[in-house]
């Protein structure tokens, strides 16, 4: 199970973390992800990372203000954002994947992942 958390509401220019906790003693073995989906729109790439942390991927909107990593010794994956803009404002969800090599079209395909936890909603004010 997947458990995202570390939401909430900010201002435009400010910053949150995200986490998502991963129970089971497998984690390393799962590439992980993070989507995000806004009202009226479809659920987009945000940021993945290889289950070593060794490779990452960023959409090109987050690229330079978000960055994922990971901790497989407390089963933790993290979505730090910086200079958040209200376009940023979504459900954020964390996925998972069992580890292999891909292309960059597939860490960015939701189809990819088969895990998917509850997602945590971040709002940015103007």
């Known amino acids: 199970q997947l458990q995202a958390s570390g939401g909430g509401l900010v201002q435009a220019g400010g910053s949150l973390r995200l986490s998502c906790a991963a129970s089971?003693?497998?984690?390393?073995?799962?590439?992980m992800g993070w989507f995000r989906q806004a009202p009226g729109k479809e659920r987009e790439f945000v940021a993945a990372i290889s289950w070593s942390g060794e490779r990452t991927f960023y959409a090109d909107s987050v690229k330079g203000r978000f960055t994922i990593s990971r901790a497989n010794t407390e089963n933790t994956v993290y979505l730090q954002m910086f200079s958040l803009k209200p376009e940023d404002t979504a459900v954020y969800y964390c996925?998972?994947?069992?580890?292999?090599?891909?292309?960059?079209?597939?860490?960015?395909?939701?189809?990819?992942?088969?895990?998917w936890g509850r997602g945590t909603q971040v709002t940015v004010s103007s």
């Open positions: 996925a998972a994947t069992t580890t292999g090599w891909r292309t960059p079209a597939a860490w960015s395909n939701y189809r990819t992942y088969d895990y």
């Open positions: 089971g003693r497998t984690f390393s073995s799962y590439d």
